[in-house]
């Protein structure tokens, strides 16, 4: 089952407008992580934030974790015909060397330049 | 340094096959998980193996089954092969549990 549901499932914006999303989900977490996939290939791991942590930075991107509401957002500031990708939010429980790491939905981002 | 990889890239395969997926870590990792992608959903947990044991399985039949080896590679086999085993099968590493978790480019695999 999916813990994660990116909203929203699309997003279109122009070349370098901001683009955000979001996630929520059920359960407690250690730590929430975003990744990025082009055509169906592999993840690029983008941001690890840890469940005591409530805001990370890294170049254009921000990511901010609420754990009171289970909720996350993914910020994409000057967005490129690069970022043009789908995005999956996923959740990481962890317990005594077992890990699992729930992924949402995904968000589809399209830049038009 | 090498990212994780996988083999192979492609596979076709028939209903009632068998499949060996292989994948190595990144150099230091000790923790490897596999997951499948259906096509248009995200990854879904399959297993997590950590200094060479079991530590997670996810919602899967007993036809998948994986094992780590000495050098922290790893291998996910599926026996008896259905129409709805087609998918994307992607392989990550990890220092240990706890941490960012780094994918490999993944094995599509097609049944006939």
């Known amino acids: 089952s999916q813990q994660g549901e990116e909203d929203p499932q699309a997003l279109s914006i122009q070349e370098g407008e901001n683009a955000t999303m979001n996630c929520s989900y059920k359960t407690s977490i250690n730590n929430l992580q975003w990744y990025r996939q082009n055509s169906g290939r592999g993840l690029v791991h983008l941001i690890l934030?840890?469940?005591?942590?409530r805001e990370k930075h890294s170049g254009r991107l921000r990511v901010t974790l609420d754990t009171s509401k289970k909720s996350s957002s993914l910020l994409i500031t000057a967005s490129r015909a690069a970022d043009t990708a789908s995005y999956f939010c996923a959740t990481a429980i962890t317990n005594f060397g077992n890990e699992k790491l729930t992924f949402g939905t995904g968000t589809r981002l399209t830049i038009i330049p | 340094d090498a990212g994780v990889t996988q083999s192979p890239t492609h596979l076709i395969k028939t209903r009632g096959q068998h499949v060996t997926l292989r994948c190595s870590p990144i150099s230091g990792h000790k923790s490897v998980s596999w997951y499948q992608q259906v096509l248009g959903q995200g990854p879904q947990f399959i297993f997590q193996?950590?200094?060479?044991?079991?530590?997670g399985r996810g919602n899967f039949p007993d036809r998948f089954s994986a094992r780590q080896f000495p050098n922290y590679s790893s291998e996910l086999n599926v026996n008896a092969l259905l129409l709805g085993d087609s998918a994307l099968y992607l392989c990550?590493?990890?220092?240990?549990?706890?941490?960012?978790?780094?994918f490999g480019p993944g094995t599509r695999l097609l049944v006939l």
């Open positions: 934030i840890r469940s005591n942590e």
């Open positions: 990550a590493s990890s220092l240990w549990w706890g941490e960012t978790q780094y």
């Open positions: 193996y950590y200094e060479k044991e079991e530590r």
